[in-house]
């Protein structure tokens, strides 16, 4: 006879699963009448939870769990609103995006007048000789790229630097350009672009290496008090979108402070998991500390590195040109096959998990063939080598990563918000691009994520792009590659889990996993997969305390 499983034990209990309760553990909250929607494969329903310090102490029908309720238990009515595990947003940049929020100029308008009069009212406050720097703004949703004209006619006293949300490329004014000494004749840095019009005069649009010139000139002002409001700040505004854990893609050793001070002044609203800027490696390893350091707020996470460019600023390093940009562009290599191998076998060697932002299909094969040779010569059991947004695939490529069992943190919202650019790829390309399905069918565990300012932190957003894979106008990009909503949502929460050696943690409603959920106004299995981005988040707990109401 088989011993009896914990499993088959609760299975025999009934549809209650419960930890077993000491005398001193009982529920400080229970919530019931619920439609409860728990990823757990042992009890994927359930009405009622019963709280204790953060986690879930049973999960079941409003008869199993209200019967463990005393005197002080407070019992909160759910009045059959449909809850999910919070979601976990496998890639961002919340401290980043928060130090923004606070210091520059929002451009998140699909209107060039506004763009430079919000410009302009800044630079009416900005002392002389000091920058102007705009954020959010996107020139696939204006109606033709701004530039540096636009820019002078906004702020002709000041220099300007407006980022693009995608944070690999920005616009600069001639004021920019005269300080950075970059010209007509200035010949594009590696890695990097100074963009020309068909005369050769440049536009004011520059790309990564290309802006970082611009960057390098930028004082960075930032306190510690600054990481830390950012921290708390970005936190709110995630959670108020039903994310309860962000998986920091690009921490500086600031960046990690911001969240532990929010932390310790009670102001963290979700749990951080932080790879570490590969620039900063160095700092982090004298310390002795490698991935898993930490607790279940804020936690040490990968390594990041850089193998190429980005999707929606079209610098992705691709084997075929995009298609309308002149010259066989095929966008920028960043980090060398040598660098990324050899920080990648160090870090590995002492302990860390590798986390490479690779979206074409070269810079993957590049990353895969690194990470292939680094388990070749160190076989460590359990990598969980990561790609960080790993968007255009062949089933070669999706052969190798099954082989390694290497997670893609995909893209979950481009589809649908950045439909203005998937013209540059095409339709035929488009159907190996995030190519959820492709992943789910090869047995790999994809995560959901925004890469927050890059699209909306916005979890309704990433189940409507995945089930419709339609954008905002209506096309439909790549149809073979849509998931179901079961799928998509365990991607967004169980995968991220696994993505950061959380599973056992969080991603799903079962007991002894921390009390992280979202309260929904609308059932997501009733609702139209066009109309899943209309579901308003009503509540959001994290470690059994409601750290958004609306
Ligand atoms: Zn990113």
Redesign the pocket.
């Known amino acids: 006879m088989r011993p009896l499983s914990r499993r088959n034990f609760m299975q025999s209990m009934g549809s209650l699963l419960v930890l077993p309760l000491l005398r001193t553990e009982e529920p400080e909250t229970i919530l019931y009448n619920g439609n409860i929607w728990t990823t757990d494969e042992a009890q994927p329903r359930a009405q009622a939870v019963a709280i204790r310090g953060g986690r879930l102490l049973a999960v079941g029908s409003n008869a199993d769990v209200l019967p463990l309720a005393t005197a002080r238990t407070r019992k909160i009515d759910l009045a059959s609103k449909s809850v999910l595990p919070g979601f976990n947003d496998a ?3 919340p401290v980043d995006s928060g130090v923004e929020h606070l210091r520059k100029v929002a451009c998140d308008t699909d209107s060039i007048d506004k763009i430079k009069a919000a410009l302009h009212e800044r630079a009416l406050k900005t002392p002389p000789g000091e920058w102007v720097l705009g954020f959010l703004y996107d020139d696939g949703k204006t109606p033709r790229p701004i530039n540096w004209h636009d820019l002078d006619a906004a702020v002709p006293d000041h220099p300007v630097l407006l980022q693009h949300r995608g ?1 690999h490329t920005a616009f600069v004014n001639s004021m920019a350009l005269q300080l950075a000494q970059v010209n007509d004749q200035t010949p594009d840095p590696t890695g990097g672009r100074f963009e020309h019009d068909a005369a050769g005069h440049l536009t004011g649009f520059v790309g990564d290496a290309g802006m970082q010139v611009f960057l390098k000139l930028i004082p960075n002002k930032n306190t510690r008090e600054d990481y830390r409001q950012a921290a708390a700040l970005i936190s709110k505004l995630f959670t108020s979108k039903g994310i309860t854990s962000a998986c920091d ?2 921490a500086s050793p600031e960046d990690v402070q911001g969240y532990q001070d929010a932390r310790d002044a009670g102001e963290l609203a979700m749990r951080a998991y932080c790879h570490v800027s590969a620039g900063s490696l160095d700092h982090f390893m004298a310390a002795g500390i490698h991935t898993g350091f930490g607790d279940e707020w804020v936690r040490i996470g990968g390594v990041k590195m850089y193998a190429d460019g980005s999707i929606s600023e079209r610098t992705a390093w691709l084997s075929q040109s995009y298609i309308g940009i002149p010259n066989n562009y095929v966008g920028l290599q960043l980090f060398s096959r040598e660098q990324l191998y050899e920080t990648g076998r160090k870090a590995h060697a002492a302990g860390w998990q590798l986390a490479t ?1 690779a979206n074409g299909d070269l810079a993957i094969d590049r990353i895969l063939g690194v990470y292939e040779q680094i388990h070749k010569e160190l076989p460590r059991k359990d990598p969980r080598f990561r790609i ?1 947004h790993c968007t255009l695939l062949t089933d070669a490529l999706i052969y190798r990563m099954r082989a390694l069992q290497v997670i893609p943190a995909p893209f979950s919202c481009y589809v649908y918000f950045h439909g203005d650019v998937m013209r540059y790829y095409g339709e035929a390309r488009t159907q190996h691009m995030f190519p959820m399905r492709s992943f789910l069918d090869a047995g790999l565990r994809p995560t959901d994520s925004s ?1 927050y300012t ?1 699209s909306p932190a916005d979890p309704m957003m990433w189940l409507q792009s995945q089930l419709t894979r339609t954008d905002m106008k209506g096309n439909v990009w790549g149809a073979n590659q849509r998931i179901t909503l079961q799928e998509a949502i365990r991607c967004g929460t169980v995968n991220g889990a696994y993505a950061a050696f959380e599973e056992d943690l969080k991603g799903s409603i079962q007991p002894g996993r921390l009390a992280d959920l979202v309260v929904l106004a609308q059932d997501p299995f009733k609702a139209e997969p066009s109309e899943l981005l209309k579901i308003q988040v009503e509540r959001t707990m994290v470690g059994g305390i409601w750290k958004y109401e609306s």
């Open positions: 890639h961002a940049h944070g893609a690009d932002h960080e890469d890059a």
